[in-house]
């Protein structure tokens, strides 16, 4: 019989990268033959992107992550009536697959090492800047230091080599996340759109977009906020875009720039960090955080390069999009999970066991 992977996820119904990709992972395990499953509080698919990933609901553990948040800020005894919550959950609760590895997102950090702490874990990290928002340095409860986390999944080469230099010990892999070509794909008609994502750093965006306002250079461009949209409309707008301005701040990855690029937008802006990776000289525009005068005058002289050399700016779009998509295709997505999964499955089965499962 094959080991059962469930993975912890968050019900959200608002578009977070995370959650979308927690989905994504299940999709590919189950489309290569693993059982694997999103495992939720409720039944509930999100509405803001597809998914054919199989879920599955347990609403004891939930509680149980939920009522150890409460006690961590409360310092008091969990109450009766919470207790008795808990205890008929837990009776009338599907039980979970024996020998299964549950997989857990960095945000739940020490609660990692307590929920469930028999079975065996695998932590997907995909923000390692936020790792010690919630772990402490507590060996009894640092789940980076746990025998029974059988390894951890990081989505950058700039996490990977946060983890590492903390916890040199780590069994550790970094997934290249994939990009939907069908969805986010060039096209050559673009628009004078300058899209931009108003949810993050919300006080650079509106000085940025303010400053933008009152110089005439735009002229006939126009700014759009991207503001609660479901993916395919998002995508059609970083289509028709020809900028795209980025305002990442200690992303694990900051899928959004990576998308408009391979959409052919030219993207400007803060790498948060991981996007160093992909944010080349050749086709994209980086900026010190923070620093607001020079993004709006690197926004101006993008602009008036377009306006006097349109075919200039059309280049840089074209060679962001085949760079990004040949970089961070759904197939090397494919091919890095599934390894990572093969080798912690090999890693992690006895002798005994070997015989019983079939990788």
């Known amino acids: 019989m094959t080991r059962k992977i469930y993975f912890i996820c968050p019900l959200m119904h608002q578009p977070i990268g995370g959650i979308k990709q927690i989905y994504r992972q299940v999709e590919v395990l189950n489309s290569h033959g693993y059982d694997a499953c999103v495992l939720q509080k409720r039944l509930s698919a999100p509405k803001w992107f597809t998914s054919t990933a199989k879920i599955e609901e347990d ?11 409460e006690q961590e800020h409360a310092k008091t005894p969990l109450p009766f009536n919470k207790r008795i919550k808990l205890w008929y959950l837990k009776i009338t609760r599907k039980t979970l697959a024996k020998n299964a590895i549950l997989v857990f997102p960095e945000i739940y950090g020490d609660f990692i090492s ?21 772990v402490t340095f507590s060996k009894q409860l640092n789940p980076y230091r746990q025998k029974n986390v059988l390894g951890t999944m990081v989505v950058s080469s700039d996490s990977e080599m946060y983890l590492k230099y903390c916890f040199p010990k780590l069994n550790i892999a970094r997934i290249r996340l994939g990009i939907d070509t069908d969805i986010f794909r060039y096209y050559a008609h673009k628009k004078k759109q300058i899209l931009y994502m108003a949810r993050k750093q919300s006080d650079d965006v509106h000085q940025v977009t303010e400053i933008l306002k009152t110089r005439i250079f735009l002229r006939d461009w126009v700014l759009i906020p991207i503001n609660n949209k479901n993916e395919n409309d998002v995508a059609k707008l970083m289509r028709e875009s020809l900028l795209f301005l980025s305002f990442s701040h200690r992303e694990g990855f900051g899928l959004p720039p990576a998308e408009a690029m391979a959409c052919g937008c030219v993207v400007i802006g803060y790498t948060g960090g991981s996007g160093k990776e992909f944010f080349l000289n050749d086709f994209s525009y980086a900026i010190e955080e923070g620093n607001i005068i020079d993004y709006v005058k690197t926004i101006e002289t993008i602009v008036q390069l377009y306006n006097n050399s349109p075919e200039t700016l059309t280049e840089k779009g074209i060679s962001a999009s085949k760079y990004i998509t040949q970089i961070y295709s759904l197939e090397n997505e494919k091919s890095d999970i599934i390894q990572f999964w093969k080798k912690v499955l090999q890693d992690s089965l006895t002798c005994e066991e070997k015989r019983g499962f079939v990788l």
């Open 59 to 69: 609403r004891y553990l939930f509680k149980v992550l939920k009522y150890l948040v």
């Open 114 to 134: 307590v929920v469930e702490p028999s079975m065996s874990k695998v932590i997907f990290n995909q923000n390692a800047y936020k790792t010690f928002e919630h």
